[in-house]
């Protein structure tokens, strides 16, 4: 297993600790322990795919399991927002739902032989959904923190729904043709 893949494999491991800290009331610091697990998690991200990228060490297991961990970290915390009534659930739903059906969308195009890369609708998206979760995760006092929290939920809901627009519009012969 490469380097790349054993940080995703450590991503992985993180979510039941961060969840940890999230969700057992009265640990000493939980939610910014959480936080930190949290951050870390979502930088690995970016230095798996960095180090995959550079060093030509792309696999069909990092293939499957990058996007995989990304989700299982992301829908953790947004679950655990639910649950501590921060977030409504129908903006939870919109973004569990955009991440089912693009990766059904992702299993339709290999097994056409059609790589999709993501796109910027969806790499923005993933970025302010990062930032989301570390606010709510937090959940600092204020008027102020109130509001940023309140931005970055709504635009990253618009942004869900923008990016699985794009991504159907930009790839909808995957489905109708079998190609790209």
């Not at 969700?23 to 959480?34: E, M, R, T, W």
């Amino acid at each position: 297993m490469n380097l790349p893949n054993k940080i995703t494999v450590f991503r992985v491991c993180m979510i039941p600790f961060f969840l940890i800290f999230m969700l057992v009331p009265g640990i000493p610091a939980g939610k910014y322990i959480a936080c930190a697990l949290f951050a870390i998690a979502a930088a690995s991200d970016f230095l798996d795919g960095y180090l995959a990228r550079k060093n030509n060490l792309v696999t069909d297991f990092g293939k499957f399991m990058d996007p995989l961990a990304d989700k299982l970290l992301v829908c953790s915390a947004l679950i655990c927002f639910v649950a501590a009534d921060q977030v409504p659930a129908w903006i939870v739903i919109v973004i569990i739902a955009r991440e089912f059906i693009i990766s059904g969308f992702r299993t339709i195009a290999v097994e056409n032989q059609v790589v999709i890369a993501a796109s910027y609708w969806g790499k923005t998206k993933t970025v302010v959904q990062l930032f989301m979760c570390i606010f709510f995760i937090v959940d600092l006092n204020g008027a102020f923190f109130d509001t940023v929290e309140q931005v970055l939920m709504y635009v990253a809901a618009a942004l869900t729904v923008i990016s699985l627009v794009d991504y159907l519009v930009k790839n909808k012969k995957v489905l109708t043709e079998g190609t790209k």
